[in-house]
């Protein structure tokens, strides 16, 4: 069965540190992809980054970055030089090879002390 | 470019009464996925269509949930005889299906308060 685990449910960080989200995913399935997602206070999920199971390398978009290891089933999503404006709820998701279901962890809570 | 749309963004209404909402999907897509949210948690899984053809419908709540996309654009989620436990935000997504797992993009969705 196809499980993403968010751990952290609240996280405060003052502004221009950076923070570390983490995410833990279990499946037996070979091929996946996991994703990021922001919700932000108005509701609406928004996509932040698609990675698949045989694409381990690191992605860097602005200050946003992404920590795929397959060897401990986690997908770590880091902001640097926090702002006000990440503060949101943030999804990690999994997915299967053909996409028909999306599996979400319970997200992480962040808000950025100005 | 047009999002995904819901409508209506918030409806309120009283226990057994039936409601429905409706989403619009990106045009070019034809996958649309329904999910419900409750406070704290992430995103569930309802149901999906690929064009008009309803694919997994498993998930959903109970056979008082139904869901139609008649000409393979708009969907509309149905639930009857609503219960104070069917408050929650309802999602929809789409994206378009490559035979692999594709972004889905979430429409603003339409939160469900049952008294």
């Known amino acids: 069965a196809q499980k993403v685990t968010q751990a952290q449910t609240e996280i405060s960080v003052v502004e221009k540190e950076d923070v570390t989200l983490d995410c833990v995913y279990e499946?037996?399935?070979?091929?996946?992809?996991l994703f990021w997602y922001k919700q932000p206070p108005s509701g609406e999920l928004v996509f932040l980054i698609r990675?698949?199971?045989?694409?381990?390398q690191n992605e860097i978009s602005g200050r946003y970055s992404w920590n795929f290891q397959k060897s401990t089933s986690s997908f770590n999503f880091t902001i640097t030089a926090s702002q006000v404006v990440d503060s949101a709820v943030y999804f990690c998701?999994?997915?299967?090879?053909?996409?028909?279901?999306?599996?979400f962890g319970t997200g992480t809570s962040l808000t950025v002390i100005p | 470019d047009t999002g995904v749309s819901q409508d209506p963004r918030h409806k309120i209404t009283k226990r057994g009464q039936n409601v429905t909402f409706r989403c619009d999907p990106i045009?070019?897509?034809?996958?649309l996925y329904w999910y419900r949210q409750t406070l704290g948690q992430g995103p569930e899984f309802l149901t999906y269509f690929q064009n008009e053809a309803q694919l997994e419908k498993s998930r959903l709540l109970s056979d008082r949930f139904s869901a139609e996309r008649p000409k393979g654009s708009f969907s509309t989620l149905e639930i009857q005889r609503t219960e104070q436990g069917d408050s929650a935000m309802y999602l929809c997504a789409s994206n378009w299906d490559r035979g692999r797992s594709e972004t889905q993009y979430f429409g603003p969705g339409t939160r469900l308060l049952v008294l």
């Open positions: 045009s070019e897509h034809n996958r």
């Open positions: 499946t037996r399935d070979t091929t996946y992809y």
């Open positions: 998701a999994l997915s299967e090879a053909t996409g028909n279901q999306f599996y």
């Open positions: 990675r698949n199971s045989f694409d381990e």
